[in-house]
């Protein structure tokens, strides 16, 4: 994970903190923002924020790991592990799972309500519906050794051409890098084609301080790994007896590194749907009941998921003039400091969970834009490029608000989901997997 923000509100909701502590993760206050030697330090807004509160960067192995031994250890938990192959149905109902054993042994495991959660890698997903997954790149990581980041505390972001870099520290003696590559130029790492491309066109652009590291980290073998940044949105599917929930829902571009503050949200969300549930052998009343999950979770997801999807667009795509004038407005907008910085900053850690504040921003952003290509004085050109910028930032916003559902982000309240009550308490007794 590259960044994880807001996390310990999430935690500590779950009763997980020390989840986080007990692994080394380290404490994150902002980030800054590098581009053509000019730099934009971006601080989280967290004045008014208990002392715990505060950004988080791991190994994401780790954190899950440590989870798992959390829940484990609750007196009403049953742990067995195994790999999951398929959903057992009969008339369209859930009913569990088929497994199959660490021995090798093929086993059931039936429940009245089956939480899908399997990652962004889902199999089963594939069994209840078949959502649209874009791959727009891929991020290629690697763990630095023996450097140090410029600020204590910040992660750093390098927006350049051909690749945006993200390097976020994991552990005290170890930093991530990430380095986004599009799709179509994937260069292969057994040929040592991916070594050469970091070396001749990324190398270059990193931070002075972090160079030598850089070069290091790539030539050590078996250190670079890849992984696809895929984009989904969260397509509602009633499914009696199951629930997605995590990746296997919705995904969004890792740029921000975002998914586990979304995946824990959804966490929170339906633990607090499913509590008031005493009964769950009616599948198709609590599928119906649980319909609101899809309403609730929007105010978080699609502020995060926007913004890393539009973000990753902008910093990816230097080649473009008008795409270079919106990197250039970004990065001035982020500079101006106080309400605007710290607004953005909120939204994309999380603790600003509010598509309208998105919107506004977005405006804001694109005002800024087009004033400082007017100034000092309008000119035709310069009225042409102000027209492109509109309509480029237009063009890679709108259809991500789209995908994730105008009336859902902005106007929830008029979606009937968002009403439903817990079904009436029935004297039966069911189980949940």
């Keep these: 994970m590259l960044f994880l923000y807001k996390i310990t509100y999430f935690t500590s909701s779950v009763g997980s903190i020390d989840c986080v502590d007990e692994i080394g993760a380290q404490r994150?206050?902002?980030?800054?923002?590098y581009k053509d030697g000019k730099e934009a330090h971006v601080s989280f807004p967290l004045e008014k924020s208990q002392s715990h509160v505060a950004g988080r960067t791991f190994h994401n192995g780790r954190f899950v790991q440590s989870l798992r031994k959390k829940v484990a250890s609750l007196h009403n938990v049953s742990l067995e592990q195994g790999t999951?192959?398929?959903l057992i149905e009969e008339n369209g109902i859930v009913k569990g799972v088929q497994y199959k054993s660490e021995s090798g042994?093929?086993?059931?495991?039936?429940?009245?309500?089956t939480i899908i959660c399997d990652g962004c890698f889902s199999n089963l997903r594939r069994s209840l519906y078949s959502p649209k997954v874009d791959i727009p790149s891929y991020f290629v990581g690697f763990i630095l050794t023996n450097c140090n980041l410029p600020i204590k505390n910040y992660g750093a972001i390098i927006v350049a051409h051909p690749s945006p870099i993200v390097f976020s520290p994991i552990s005290s003696t170890e930093i991530r890098c990430m380095v986004n590559v599009p799709s179509e130029q994937v260069p292969s790492v057994s040929n040592g084609e991916m070594a050469c491309y970091l070396k001749t066109q990324v190398a270059p652009k990193v931070l002075p301080e972090?160079?030598?590291?850089?070069?290091?980290?790539?030539?050590?073998?078996?250190n670079?790994?890849?992984?696809?940044?895929?984009?989904m949105a969260a397509a509602p599917h009633l499914t009696p007896g199951a629930l997605l929930i995590g990746d296997a829902l919705n995904m969004r571009h890792a740029i921000t590194g975002g998914g586990m503050t979304?995946?824990?949200?959804?966490?929170?969300i339906l633990r607090d749907l499913i509590r008031p549930l005493h009964d769950l052998s009616d599948a198709f009343t609590v599928s119906k009941y649980l319909e609101s999950f899809y309403t609730l979770r929007k105010p978080m997801s699609s502020t995060i998921n926007i913004l890393a999807n539009v973000l990753q667009k902008i910093f990816s795509a230097s080649s473009n003039p008008a795409m270079e004038n919106l990197q250039h407005t970004f990065l001035g907008y982020m500079r101006l400091g106080g309400m605007f910085s710290y607004g953005a900053?909120?939204?994309?850690?999380?603790?600003?969970p509010r598509p309208l504040s998105l919107a506004f921003h977005f405006l804001f952003i694109a005002m800024y834009g087009v004033g400082r290509l007017l100034l000092p004085f309008p000119s035709p050109k310069r009225l042409w490029d102000g027209a492109k910028l509109l309509w480029v930032a237009s063009s890679i916003l709108l259809p991500y608000i789209y995908s994730e559902g105008?009336?859902?982000?902005?106007?929830?309240?008029?979606?009937?989901a968002y009403y439903r009550t817990p079904p009436k308490k029935s004297p039966k007794k069911s189980f949940m997997h």
Excluded at 105 to 113: I, M, R
Excluded at 262 to 268: G, K, W
């Design 28 to 33: 994150l206050l902002g980030y800054t923002l």
């Design 84 to 86: 999951v192959t398929s």
């Design 105 to 113: 042994q093929v086993l059931t495991a039936c429940a009245s309500l």
């Design 210 to 222: 972090l160079y030598d590291s850089f070069i290091s980290a790539i030539e050590k073998k078996g």
């Design 224 to 231: 670079i790994r890849i992984a696809p940044n895929k984009i």
């Design 262 to 268: 979304v995946a824990l949200s959804d966490v929170v």
């Design 345 to 352: 900053s909120a939204m994309l850690c999380g603790l600003c």
């Design 406 to 416: 105008i009336r859902q982000m902005f106007f929830p309240l008029t979606v009937p």
